[in-house]
């Protein structure tokens, strides 16, 4: 259902075939997603309700549902994790362009399910673990869906840096810092470099 905010009076509502756990808005309030109890990640315009796509992000014939949902800041992507129960409960990270549904990369095993979040860099996303202790936290390259690092060491909640160049973590008794790696650009030139300066 959607609400105006001020008024709480219902302005939009759209029937979906299984429960939905996860919702989020695109940046610019164009498009509804929506994560479902049997594994689908729905997307659905925010002024008509009309589905524009969906996926189904289990594997065929294998339980799960969508449990995380988060849309870039430039509302052109979906990053989203379904569980699955494929010899035990893993995580699957899949990427999506948010307009067409197309797939960026191919989806990623993760050892566990867990929240998802876009860097502001739009380079990386953010997977924490939420089950199976100690939980885990996996920075992922956006574009390619590589694992650029992975932590173990029972991070109980992040945050990413506004200019998404590191990530905090926390445990019980400790704080951690990870460098996201972020390249801010780069430029081919066609002679050796023998100094810089900035």
Known sequence: ????????VERLRVTTSSDVGRVAYSPDNRWIVAGCSDGTLRVVE????TQAWSVRMTPPDTDGEVVSVAVSDDGQWVAAIATAYL???VGILGVFNLAQGTQRFAPVRLANVGQVQYSPTLRHVVVRETYNWPYELYVIDARTGRAD???SRGIHDYAIAPLGGSVAGHGELFLALYDLGVEVSRYAVDASLTSIDM
């Open 87 to 89: 010899q035990g409960l």
């Open 149 to 151: 690092s992975r932590s």
């Open 1 to 8: 259902a959607v609400l105006d905010v001020l008024t709480g």
């Open 46 to 49: 925010a002024d008509t309700g």
